[in-house]
């Protein structure tokens, strides 16, 4: 009964910004390192970032590198990413997805994941950025 819930997608311009939710329930979220993936049209997952269970460490793809900021707040069971500078290839639908177990290490996963390399995973929300 893991159930992971991704918000706050939509329609921005180039440079605008956009802070996507993820509210986690049915497993111990303050225990667990979690992940945002991505996926653009046609293409793969590409893994976007990683925050390790209590917070204090973060990862980032090269790509999003200085724009993207991912944090949690365990007393809520709710993980973020904040989006600025966001460009157009950035458009693709954001999941928040969580590790296997308790024991995987966050920023310890390969860069173009399979969804078997994930727990669990949520429905998605779409982030369009165009003029």
């Known amino acids: 009964q893991v159930q992971l819930v991704e918000s706050g997608g939509g329609l921005v311009q180039p440079g605008g910004s956009l802070r996507l939710s993820c509210a986690a329930s049915?497993?111990?979220?303050?225990?667990?390192?979690m992940s945002w993936v991505r996926q653009a049209p046609g293409e793969g997952l590409e893994w976007v970032s990683d925050?390790?269970?209590?917070?204090?460490?973060?990862y980032y793809a090269d790509s999003v590198k200085g724009r993207f900021t991912i944090s949690r707040d365990n007393a809520k069971n709710t993980l973020y990413l904040q989006m600025n500078s966001l460009k157009p290839e950035d458009t693709a639908v954001y999941y928040c997805?969580?590790?296997?177990?308790?024991?995987?290490?966050?920023?310890?996963?390969?860069?173009?994941?399979?969804?078997?390399?994930?727990?669990?995973w949520g429905q998605g929300t779409q982030v369009t950025v165009s003029s």
């Open positions: 997805a969580k590790a296997h177990s308790s024991r995987v290490v966050a920023g310890t996963g390969r860069q173009r994941p399979e969804w078997t390399d994930f727990g669990s």
């Open positions: 049915g497993f111990t979220f303050k225990s667990h390192t």
């Open positions: 925050i390790n269970d209590g917070g204090g460490s973060t």
